[in-house]
């Protein structure tokens, strides 16, 4: 099923600008996943949620006491296909040939002070009522706002500089970007895009749970504020959803600034 409505008045591409995100996430192709696997995801998505370090088999006993019984090799796929790792220290990646694209913290002891001088992005998995895509979302450390985000349905590396791209088109560019060491962004894809807008690369260490924690943050609580009291059943209204939980989070009052809005605080001080 598309995220846009067949026989529209405007065209394909029309509507992808519309709505400011790239054509080809404009598809939500149904996953070539049982429905038993289905459920099954999206329980282990809620139990990563609330516990980011089950790993395969913390993960197998969690399921099991939901009397869920399920082999490891199965929970292992499909971790995969969601995109979830547990945090705990991993072994070092120089061996498998990924140094040359990871690059160091830069976060640690900065002083954030303004708008702009730190995003944060991340990806993440997105249960729906039938089938999953995936969200991208850039965070301003200093303000806390959204400042760009975009469904997908894949984990390829592309949907990351294309939402990142948009970002500095509205925003304008910020002087460092934090990620994981997910293989989107160990690559040369975004390790080249990022040199060449002349930005900063910061990376978490690995297996570290709080490096990354703002938008891992703001992740749970889309999660358990929208997406699993309303999973959706298809693209569009994904999008639109996710879009109105955006726009209310940039609007709201939040504790960690000090009781002021996110959106005044970043487009009053950028």
């Avoid at 054509?23 to 999206?42: D, F, K, Q, T």
């Avoid at 980011?52 to 009397?67: A, N």
């Avoid at 949907?159 to 040369?188: C, F, M, W």
Wanted: aromatic share 10%; charged share 30%; glycine share 6%.
């Amino acid at each position: 099923m598309d995220m846009i409505e067949p026989g529209d008045e405007l065209s394909v591409r029309r509507q992808s600008e519309v709505l400011e995100i790239n054509r080809s996430s404009l598809y939500y192709r149904p996953v070539g996943e049982s429905e038993e696997n289905l459920v099954l995801m999206a329980e282990m998505d809620k139990l990563f949620t609330e516990d980011p370090t089950l790993g395969v088999i913390g993960m197998q006993d969690e399921l099991r006491d939901k009397e869920l019984n399920y082999n490891e090799k199965r929970i292992r796929r499909l971790l995969r296909k969601m995109g979830i790792e547990a945090i705990y220290p991993k072994r070092n990646l120089s061996r498998l040939g990924l140094a040359r694209y990871i690059h160091p913290y830069l976060l640690r002891n900065l002083k954030v002070e303004r708008p702009n001088q730190v995003w944060a992005i991340d990806i993440t998995y997105i249960p729906m009522r039938s089938g999953f895509m995936y969200l991208t979302a850039i965070i301003d450390l200093y303000s806390r706002y959204i400042v760009g985000w975009q469904v997908s349905n894949s984990l390829e590396k592309e949907t990351q500089t294309t939402v990142l791209k948009e970002a500095i088109r509205q925003h304008g560019k910020p002087e460092i970007v934090n990620s994981d060491q997910g293989s989107q962004y160990t690559s040369a894809h975004w390790v080249n895009m990022l040199k060449e807008c002349g930005i900063q690369i910061s990376m978490d260490g690995k297996g570290r749970a709080t490096d990354n924690a703002f938008i891992e943050r703001w992740f749970r609580t889309i999660k358990q504020k929208y997406i699993y009291l309303n999973p959706e059943n298809n693209g569009l209204d994904l999008y639109h959803g996710v879009d109105t939980f955006v726009r209310r989070y940039n609007r709201r009052n939040h504790q960690g600034i000090g009781r002021r809005k996110p959106e005044d605080l970043y487009l009053m001080a950028a």
